[in-house]
Nanobody, 114 residues
């Protein structure tokens, strides 16, 4: 199965920044569109950012202007640069195909708190 390994999470203060990475075991070009998802306690997992193979991007309104998704096809890695972080951004963050077709990885915890 395709392996997806997320990293870069941690504890950050409100207003701070964090950069998440997602390393895939196969060509992400072959996967196609990729996305970052997050799941907060008691809530369903939601897609927050997506990127096509051509690097066209889309974001959920709550993160638009603050988060930037990017990809390095040569490194089979997808990134999520997060800035102006808010407590409501606290969640476990996962990467996957845009439609969640792949096996979910362990995710990386992002906690925004003072």
């Amino acid at each position: 199965q395709v392996q997806l390994v997320e990293s870069g999470g941690g504890l950050v203060q409100p207003g701070g920044s964090l950069r998440l990475s997602c390393a895939a075991s196969i060509s992400i070009f072959s996967i196609g569109s990729m996305g970052w998802f997050r799941q907060a306690p008691g809530k369903q997992r939601e897609l927050v950012a997506a990127i096509t193979t051509g690097s066209n991007t889309n974001y959920v309104d709550s993160v638009k202007g603050r988060f930037t998704i990017s990809r390095d096809n040569a490194k089979n890695t997808v990134y999520l640069q997060m800035s102006s972080l808010k407590p409501e951004d606290t969640a476990v963050y996962y990467c996957n195909h845009n439609l969640g077709h792949l096996r979910w990885g362990q995710g990386t915890q992002v906690t925004v708190s003072s």
